[in-house]
Each structure stands twice: as structure tokens, then as C-alpha cells.
């Protein structure tokens, strides 16, 4: 399984932006589909995340102001950013964990995207 993030870039604090991250393979399950970022000098910290069963969950830095959302057809996610603050830029990664079949043998995964790039400027 492979995790392709994009959507990222350098917008002015108050406006938009929509990530997206595809999972691309065969045979897999997604069971939690989750963003987070890391700024720099500062640990990695959840964003977003949504599970198999609908349960979203998010920082609450971001509450009211950030919207995840999954297109399980397509094995997408998307975080739209709305009403973005200087402090919101990071690198953010995609998460992906489930499983994937080989045969008849189950794997459990956990993979991370590349990450993209927020840079909200004041």
C-alpha cells in the first residue's frame, strides 16, 4: 500500500486549502485514514483522523476550522482547511492502517504519505 499526499502550498492566514491523500495497491482494508503535521522543532501531532466505522476525531487546534473526510471508493482522504493561522504551517502527513491480503495470509499495515507543505503566512 502506498500513500500519495498533495495539496499543499503558501496561502495568506484566513483563507483555504484541501489536501488529499490517495492509497493505492491491492487487496487492502483501511480501518483508520488520519492526517497530522509536524512544524518545525515540534513533535508530529494528530490533525484528523477518521476510522472504518465514521468516527472522526480531531485536535482541538483545529476544531471548527478543519473538516476531514474519506471517499472509500476511491481510498482517499481529504482535510479541508478553513480559516488558516500562521501556526497551522507544518509538513502534513497522511496515515494509513488496516490490512492487506497476500494468498490467504492477512497483514496489518501502517504507512505514512510523503507529506506536503502548509505554509500560512501572516
Known amino acids: 500500500v502506498q500513500l500519495q499526499a498533495s495539496g499543499g502550498g503558501l496561502v495568506q492566514a484566513g483563507n483555504s486549502l484541501r489536501l488529499s491523500c490517495t492509497a493505492s495497491?491491492?487487496?487492502?482494508?483501511?480501518?483508520?485514514f488520519g492526517w497530522y503535521r509536524q512544524a518545525p522543532g515540534k513533535q508530529r501531532e494528530l490533525v484528523a483522523v477518521s476510522d472504518s466505522g465514521g468516527i472522526l476525531n480531531y485536535a482541538d487546534s483545529v476544531k471548527g476550522r478543519f473538516a476531514i473526510s474519506r471517499d472509500n471508493a476511491k481510498n482517499t482522504l481529504f482535510l479541508q482547511m478553513n480559516s488558516l493561522k500562521p501556526e497551522d504551517t507544518a509538513v502534513y502527513y497522511c496515515?494509513?492502517?488496516?490490512?492487506?491480503?497476500?494468498?490467504?495470509?492477512?497483514?496489518?499495515?501502517?504507512?505514512w504519505g510523503q507529506g506536503t507543505q502548509v505554509t500560512v503566512s501572516s
Open positions: 495497491g491491492s487487496a487492502f482494508s483501511i480501518r483508520t
Open positions: 496515515n494509513a492502517a488496516g490490512a492487506y491480503y497476500s494468498g490467504l495470509s492477512r497483514f496489518e499495515f501502517d504507512f
